[in-house]
Nanobody
Framework: VQLQAYGGGLAQAGGSLRLSCAAS????????MGWFRQPPGKEREFVAA????????YYSDSVKGRFTISRDNAENTVHLQMNSLKPEDTAVYYC??????????????WGQGTLVTVSS
């Protein structure tokens, strides 16, 4: 079971980045997926989730309207399009499988993080 997150980097406030998470087929098939983030010195927090069955998204209030989660079941990949970035979006971003929830404990599998830095 493997999740590989990539696409992080440096962006200016107001800019955009697209994160992706590639999963092994065994992980991806029938699993709901989510993104979390951990800002420097803070707890890991929920960002967005998407169902396996119908691609239904769910967002935290802090990113709603700016971020879009999507999935490509044929490519076993989930994406997080981040627009209108703010310095407070700076964090290590993690993808996770197995939950459609804001609770970390509801997810079974985690990828390594990818760092997003937003400069003001």
């Amino acid at each position: 079971v493997q999740l590989q997150a990539y696409g992080g980097g440096l962006a200016q406030a107001g800019g955009s980045l697209r994160l992706s998470c590639a999963a092994s087929r065994r992980t991806f098939t029938s699993y709901d997926m989510g993104w979390f983030r951990q800002p420097p010195g803070k707890e890991r927090e929920f960002v967005a989730a998407i169902t396996w069955s119908d691609g239904r998204p769910y967002y935290s209030d802090s990113v709603k309207g700016r971020f879009t989660i999507s999935r490509d079941n044929a490519e076993n990949t989930v994406h997080l399009q981040m627009n209108s970035l703010k310095p407070e979006d700076t964090a290590v971003y993690y993808c996770a499988a197995g939950g459609y929830s804001v609770k970390r404990s509801d997810y079974n599998f985690w990828g390594q993080g990818t760092l997003v830095t937003v400069s003001s």
